[in-house]
């Protein structure tokens, strides 16, 4: 039985306040061209991009045109429900920000019992989520519907025959201004790097060699030196053994108390498997991280580019940096022996540099 097609916009953005005001036109003749971004899972890329050149086929007439200036390959974590809100964080972060819209395909299926969808879009975060029910004839739809609704504040939008032309023709009518084309197009310049900053970290081992923890510091240290301009410093390492029970706060306190010194952050490296207490995540997390603390645990057991791959990524949280689905990337939430740094990570991870963390 075929759905029934509902869609939700979270954010309708005031594209067109102050509409009034707006004199100043696009000349008409000229095609306003709209950047894409594609965030896929599986092959349905290519499906994606003809879907693309038949959009543009009806899009046409109107001056209107679609271009894809980026593809990302993304992996989203399987869960029975999704939260939109962690959908869209997780795929803004995998791409860069400078587009007018986020297109993404998923495996996933984004339907409840209440909500019937397969697709979200939110214009705020100029993204379209669209799950693996949607066929390729309605691609070519979605990708119409969605431009077009970059053009309206109406929360919800259905795209129709009628209501298409209707739409087309209001565009053609009010043209297309400057003002518009500024607000389709939020330009997020790259961050600049800025001074160096040294963080500095005390240790607790529970089991863990002193010859490890320095090793994984020294690692993780060239890597965000190359990466953020920003050098990790050791500042003492204690014996912490956590024995049978383990408790973040305990052990928090137990290295905070055994520290000679103060430091930024505050790690701790456990040569035991903690999974028993791991419970309700979709993953098994191998390290966590609290970022108002500025402290994270991360398991030894497994090999060892695991374990370095997981002090980058607890290390990242700890700067405010949340998941991404983009595949190899470092913040994504499943395996954690990932490399590449997503341009969302690497934006948080500037921007908080100089984050200090206060304890009382
Ligand atoms: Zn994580």
């Given at each position: 039985m075929k759905k029934i097609i509902t869609y939700i916009l979270i954010a309708a953005n005031s594209l067109f306040l102050n509409r009034s005001a707006e004199k100043e036109d696009i000349n008409n003749d000229s095609t306003r061209t709209i950047d894409l971004c594609l965030a896929y899972e599986n092959d349905r890329d290519k499906e994606f991009e003809e879907a693309l050149k038949k959009a543009n086929e009806t899009l046409k007439p109107y001056n209107l045109k679609v271009e894809l200036k980026e593809k990302d390959p993304i992996q989203i974590p399987t869960k029975k429900q999704y939260s939109h809100n962690d959908l869209i964080t997780g795929i803004r972060n995998s791409c860069t920000d400078t587009l007018d819209h986020y297109f993404t395909l998923m495996t996933g299926d984004l339907s409840s019992k209440k909500t019937n969808q397969y697709i979200i879009s939110n214009m705020r975060n100029k993204t379209t989520i669209i799950d693996s029910d949607c066929n390729e004839e309605l691609l070519e739809k979605i990708i119409v519907q969605e431009i077009l609704r970059l053009f309206t504040t109406k929360k919800e939008f259905v795209l129709t025959e009628e209501n298409m032309q209707e739409y087309f023709k209001k565009i053609s009518e009010e043209k297309i201004t400057k003002k518009h084309s500024k607000q389709f197009t939020k330009h997020t310049n790259e961050i600049e790097k800025g001074k160096d900053r040294t963080l500095t970290i005390n240790m607790g081992l529970d089991n863990v060699s002193e010859e490890t923890a320095r090793r994984l510091i020294e690692n993780s240290s060239k890597n965000y030196y190359e990466n953020f301009g920003i050098k990790l410093e050791l500042k003492g390492i204690y014996q912490t053994p956590i024995g049978t029970k383990f408790g973040r706060d305990k052990e928090y306190n137990n290295l905070i108390d055994a520290a000679k010194e103060k430091s930024d952050i505050y790690i701790i490296l456990t040569n035991q498997d903690w999974s028993q207490f791991k419970k309700n995540s979709y993953s098994t997390p191998i390290g966590q991280a609290e970022p108002y603390k500025g402290f994270c645990w991360v398991e030894t057991i497994h090999e060892e580019k695991m374990v370095q791959g997981t002090v980058n990524h607890?290390?990242?949280?700890?700067?405010?940096?949340?998941?991404?689905?983009?595949?190899?990337?470092?913040?994504?939430?499943?395996?954690?022996?990932?490399?590449?740094?997503?341009?969302?990570?690497?934006k948080v991870i500037l921007q908080n540099k100089y984050k200090t963390w206060n304890r009382y």
């Open positions: 607890e290390i990242a949280h700890l700067f405010g940096a949340p998941h991404v689905y983009l595949k190899n990337a470092v913040l994504t939430p499943q395996a954690h022996n990932q490399q590449r740094w997503a341009p969302g990570t690497r």
